[in-house]
């Protein structure tokens, strides 16, 4: 894999450490959101946002041009032209679409159920996991 421009690699980084913070942010959250539908949407939001950025990071390290959009399965569709084995691993990821936009409406409202925080966080950790090789070239 070539040497990445200066300007793709500080794109990168900066896509990364945001997805980093809403996975943090999530995670330190999902202790407390037990009793409230309204907090397990926000852990919900922040993993979607999470996915989101890591696979923008990963298209933008490979020079891929993507829509402006939350929607994680048109990005899940780019992902095998530049990391084949990385789109196998984040199929399932677009559960969380609903979680990036439709919460902040009130009556679009996506339901996460007890329990779907966990699948939630796993689901970003998955992710995280899956773009980390193709990112370094490994």
Known sequence: MKPLD????????QWLAKADADLEAAE??????????RLREIVGFHCQQAVEKYLKALLTRHQVEFPKTHDIKQLIALVPSV?????????????????GVEIR???DAA?????????????ARRVKQAVAGPLTGE
């Open 28 to 37: 330190r959250l999902t202790p407390e959101v037990a009793d409230s539908l």
């Open 83 to 99: 990391a084949q084995n990385a789109g196998d691993e984040v199929r399932g990821a677009e559960w969380l679409t609903p979680f």
């Open 111 to 123: 339901e996460m159920l007890p329990g779907d925080e966990m699948k939630a966080i796993e689901i």
């Open 6 to 13: 200066q300007e793709v690699e500080r794109l990168v980084g």
């Open 105 to 107: 409406y009130p009556s």
